[in-house]
């Protein structure tokens, strides 16, 4: 491999030849081998778009010329578009302000636009950062790739799983089956009704994620190293977030106070709890469709899902709900990254929360799995969900919970007889009333009405 010799302020370092990082990168590189989580790409585009509205910034602000301003500019919409994406080698377990991520997206904006210029003209620290701090730029960087990946992935995703749910749900409206809680038999309710209960969740969900967007959209650019502006213009932060919502198409606003914005990740911390809401929610709803469709002769069976591929390599014909299952998996993992996100969070020593990277690997890695696993499922599980009548039909007659709707005419103690002795005997409800002689078949009848206990009761 060939080499150059690259130099920082701790004296000079051998980068590849064919690489765009300097020396802070490499020494990074060198110093941090530790697994093989790399820096999240939205980070990196996040970094592209923020490096750009910065130096369209500094530009307006007289602070940078027009030729620096413009390779700076190309360079990002480089790293936007991809192209540069094996220039970012360096790992999340690394500093935790993220300052050797921002020096590589600054040594590789330097290096590139010096190329494009033909001369040596960008500075990565004079003219890239200019009127910045990794301290501030970092948490920026989060805040743009968190508020990207929820409005562009995760939201969208959930929204068209919703939608399926209420098809669903309107389809199946008046298919009366039994209802269970306790995992026991209970009242009626329609198969519409109780799907209706999924869509809500997501409903319920998306005003969560909807919220903690609020919080996200605040930057912290312009408060570089400790909160306080120091090297920056007055208007830099404001003027930048304007820039980055012309750009993005999204609102971003200068967060009110840079001392909150560099040392308190609660924001991100609120948001991922939305996102373990909804991880709550989809365990939920994925332990609902595999146990209302195990089987097939042998379990509930009253749902049919499709059979994507086979379930065993010793049980000929077995077919298992694999996608509840990819579903559950990315709701422990999402779960179990709201305990990292909080932990970091925690983390605000003084002026600065120094665990950001882990804090934004788990934040991204939550939202992405949650976007895919909902989109997975929706595709090859969801909407395809069937009823199966017969057993729908078989546990309804079954159900020994259909003895409820006696309560107003006989009282709960009489019901409760009832209930019992058909239990107790193998007789149907109709049976056993009559043979306490507590009701006629004509009465039972009458009162036992299940398309009559799906709702309160009617004057």
Same mark, same amino acid.
């Given at each position: #491999?060939?080499?150059?010799?690259?130099?920082?302020?701790?004296?000079?370092? @051998?980068?590849?030849?064919?690489?765009?990082?300097?020396?802070?990168?490499?020494?990074?590189? &060198?110093?941090?081998?530790?697994?093989?989580?790399?820096?999240?790409?939205?980070?990196?585009?996040?970094?592209?778009?923020?490096?750009?509205?910065?130096?369209?910034?500094?530009?307006?602000?007289?602070?940078?010329?027009?030729?620096?301003?413009? *390779?700076?500019?190309?360079?990002?919409? &480089?790293?936007?578009?991809?192209?540069?994406? &094996?220039?970012?080698?360096?790992?999340?377990?690394?500093?935790?302000?993220?300052?050797?991520?921002?020096?590589?997206?600054?040594?590789?904006?330097?290096?590139?636009?010096?190329?494009?210029?033909?001369?040596?003209?960008?500075?990565?620290?004079?003219?890239?950062?200019?009127?910045?701090?990794?301290?501030?730029?970092?948490?920026?960087? #989060?805040?743009?790739?968190?508020?990207?990946?929820?409005?562009?992935?995760?939201?969208?995703?959930?929204?068209?799983?919703?939608?399926?749910?209420?098809?669903?749900?309107?389809?199946?409206?008046?298919?009366?089956?039994?209802?269970?809680?306790?995992?026991?038999?209970?009242?009626?309710?329609?198969?519409?009704?109780?799907?209706?209960?999924?869509?809500?969740?997501?409903?319920?969900?998306?005003?969560?994620?909807?919220?903690?967007?609020?919080?996200?959209?605040?930057?912290?650019?312009?408060?570089?190293?400790?909160?306080?502006?120091?090297?920056?213009?007055?208007?830099?932060?404001?003027?930048?977030?304007?820039?980055?919502?012309?750009?993005?198409?999204? @609102?971003?606003?200068? *967060?009110?106070?840079?001392?909150?914005?560099?040392?308190?990740?609660?924001?991100?911390?609120?948001?991922?709890?939305?996102?373990?809401?909804?991880?709550?929610?989809?365990?939920?709803?994925?332990?609902?469709?595999?146990?209302?469709?195990?089987?097939?002769?042998?379990?509930?069976?009253?749902?049919?899902?499709?059979?994507?591929?086979?379930?065993?390599?010793?049980?000929?014909?077995?077919?298992?709900?694999?996608?509840? &299952?990819?579903?559950?998996?990315?709701?422990?993992?999402?779960?179990?990254?709201?305990?990292?996100?909080?932990?970091?969070?925690?983390?605000?020593?003084?002026?600065?929360?120094?665990?950001?990277?882990?804090?934004?690997?788990?934040?991204?890695?939550?939202?992405?799995?949650?976007?895919?696993?909902?989109?997975?499922?929706?595709?090859?599980?969801?909407?395809?969900?069937?009823?199966?009548?017969? @057993?729908?039909?078989?546990?309804?007659?079954?159900?020994?919970?259909?003895?409820?709707?006696?309560?107003?005419?006989?009282?709960?103690?009489?019901?409760?007889?009832?209930?019992?002795?058909?239990?107790?005997?193998?007789?149907?409800?109709?049976?056993?009333?009559?043979?306490?002689?507590?009701?006629?078949?004509?009465?039972?009848?009458?009162?036992?009405?299940?398309?009559? #206990?799906?709702?309160?009761?009617?004057?």
């Amino acid at each position: #491999m060939e080499y150059r010799i690259e130099h920082d302020t701790m004296g000079e370092v @051998r980068v590849p030849a064919d690489r765009y990082w300097g020396a802070q990168t490499q020494r990074s590189f &060198e110093n941090f081998k530790i697994g093989g989580e790399r820096m999240p790409v939205e980070i990196i585009r996040a970094f592209a778009l923020l490096k750009k509205a910065a130096a369209l910034a500094n530009h307006q602000l007289g602070r940078l010329d027009e030729r620096r301003m413009q *390779a700076i500019v190309q360079v990002c919409d &480089e790293i936007s578009q991809g192209k540069l994406d &094996e220039h970012f080698p360096l790992v999340v377990w690394q500093t935790g302000s993220g300052t050797q991520s921002n020096m590589n997206v600054n040594e590789v904006i330097a290096n590139r636009g010096n190329e494009l210029l033909g001369e040596k003209l960008l500075h990565p620290n004079d003219h890239v950062n200019m009127s910045q701090s990794s301290n501030d730029t970092y948490p920026t960087a #989060m805040h743009i790739a968190a508020v990207t990946v929820i409005e562009d992935h995760l939201l969208p995703s959930l929204n068209r799983l919703e939608e399926t749910f209420g098809r669903l749900s309107e389809d199946y409206r008046d298919i009366i089956k039994t209802g269970r809680t306790h995992l026991q038999d209970a009242t009626p309710l329609t198969l519409g009704q109780e799907i209706s209960g999924w869509q809500q969740m997501l409903v319920q969900c998306r005003e969560m994620l909807r919220a903690g967007l609020g919080g996200l959209q605040q930057l912290a650019l312009g408060g570089t190293a400790v909160g306080t502006g120091l090297n920056a213009p007055a208007e830099f932060g404001e003027l930048s977030a304007r820039i980055l919502s012309e750009l993005t198409g999204k @609102r971003f606003v200068t *967060a009110p106070n840079k001392f909150h914005a560099l040392t308190s990740k609660d924001q991100m911390a609120f948001a991922h709890g939305a996102m373990k809401a909804l991880a709550a929610d989809l365990m939920k709803i994925a332990n609902d469709v595999r146990w209302l469709s195990s089987g097939p002769r042998c379990g509930i069976g009253e749902l049919l899902i499709p059979e994507n591929e086979p379930g065993s390599s010793i049980m000929p014909g077995k077919v298992n709900p694999t996608q509840c &299952e990819a579903l559950t998996m990315v709701a422990v993992q999402v779960m179990a990254n709201d305990v990292a996100v909080g932990m970091a969070a925690s983390q605000g020593n003084f002026q600065l929360n120094v665990f950001m990277p882990v804090c934004a690997y788990n934040f991204l890695q939550s939202a992405r799995l949650l976007g895919d696993a909902m989109e997975s499922f929706r595709v090859n599980c969801a909407q395809g969900i069937k009823p199966n009548l017969p @057993r729908i039909r078989q546990n309804l007659e079954n159900s020994l919970m259909l003895v409820t709707a006696l309560n107003p005419h006989i009282g709960y103690e009489n019901a409760a007889k009832i209930a019992k002795t058909a239990h107790r005997e193998g007789l149907t409800l109709r049976q056993a009333a009559v043979k306490l002689q507590i009701l006629s078949e004509e009465e039972f009848d009458r009162i036992v009405r299940p398309e009559q #206990m799906i709702g309160p009761l009617k004057k």
